[in-house]
């Protein structure tokens, strides 16, 4: 029988996604007493104690009936939407904003400026790149996160809208995002940013683009600050965390599987435009590296700030060992993602 998350009609995305939110606005309204008791999940990581909303958010997460190896990316980009703009991903910040549509190779690459309230002109910039595997996250997943970002760091961001997959697979998000960057060093000055103070950054798909990005630009183009939050690092190998994680801890084998194949089904994963981990790390710019313990992708996050080490680049490791894969856009759930932001946006400020 076929699953209902195959449904491709984007009315029935809609209603499944509502009803998905619905569930979890309700199940994670449990008194904490009760959550305690009925969560899900080791109760250390590392020797550390995960929260009690943590656990419970897990034992939730556990009921949810995707079928990801069969669902379609409209209804995962519309259960993904309904979570992320909703309370669950943290407060609202009101700030003014600016959209623009900046030329891409193919088409116009929808961005959006966020302007901090007490701005000083110049001002550092970040260039945020969403998560999202590629293939569900857009600039609407990412808005209050980055929302966030802006008012602790006082720094401009700059999010895009870049291609996703499997419309537009590999490298169309690369293509993209080479643009917006580019876009963004010709116009500092109507941007009223700082061209020497100016970041590149992401989570996830986000940062590992970040990653390539950084590699791939002449010297003279490269930013003063790479930030890679949970970055994918090396996809032709299945290392520890990712079989210590498969399942449970919101990001699984099956969904990564699943993203890859949308995004670049019958590629090389060796090359470093997919797998920065084998790419050229000389004159790195200085980086954030954020690992949280309980990824599949930490190990190969590790892997990655070790090469840059090596490579005589500055680093800043930011490790969380009771944090999940995707953790900044569930800060309206879970207390320690919103202390985690900012201290992201501390390390930002005097990178930057």
């Not at 305690?36 to 034992?59: I, Q």
């Not at 857009?138 to 760091?153: G, K, P, V, Y």
């Amino acid at each position: 029988m076929k699953s209902p998350l195959s449904v491709t009609s984007p009315v029935a995305d809609g209603m499944l996604a509502g009803l998905r939110l619905r569930f979890l606005r309700t199940a994670l309204q449990t008194p904490r007493v009760l959550a305690s008791r009925l969560g899900w999940g080791p109760r250390k990581n590392e020797g550390v104690a995960l929260s009690p909303e943590l656990r419970w958010l897990l034992r939730v997460l556990s009921w949810d009936p995707a079928d990801y190896a069969s669902a379609s990316p409209g209804t995962l980009r519309s259960s993904f939407r309904a979570i992320a703009t909703s309370e669950m991903s943290g407060p609202w910040i009101d700030l003014q904003t600016e959209d623009f549509l900046v030329d891409g190779n193919e088409s116009k690459i929808a961005t959006r400026v966020y302007t901090p309230r007490y701005a000083k002109h110049p001002s550092p910039l970040i260039f945020w790149m969403h998560g999202g595997g590629w293939v569900i996250g857009s600039i609407e997943t990412h808005d209050r996160f980055c929302r966030q970002l802006c008012e602790a760091t006082g720094a401009i961001v700059v999010a895009v809208d870049y291609r996703l997959a499997p419309e537009s697979p590999f490298p169309a998000a690369l293509d993209d995002v080479r643009s917006v960057w580019s876009w963004i060093r010709h116009n500092t000055d109507e941007l009223g940013a700082d061209p020497s103070r100016l970041a590149i950054g992401g989570d996830s798909a986000g940062g590992q683009m970040t990653s390539v990005l950084c590699q791939e630009l002449p010297l003279e183009e490269r930013p003063a600050l790479q930030i890679l939050c949970y970055a994918g690092a090396d996809f032709t190998v299945i290392r520890e965390s990712r079989k210590r994680f498969e399942k449970g801890f919101l990001l699984d084998s099956v969904l990564i599987d699943w993203f890859l194949t949308h995004y670049a089904r019958g590629r090389d994963w060796s090359v470093p435009q997919l797998s920065p981990l084998y790419g050229e790390l000389a004159d790195q710019p200085p980086a954030l590296v954020v690992t949280a313990g309980l990824d599949p992708l930490l190990d190969e996050g590790l892997a990655y700030l070790e090469l840059l080490e090596n490579s005589g680049s500055h680093t800043v490791h930011q490790h969380l060992p009771c944090m999940i894969h995707g953790f900044i856009t569930w800060t309206g759930v879970l207390p320690g993602a919103a202390i985690a932001i900012d201290d992201m946006a501390t390390h930002i400020r005097e990178m930057l």
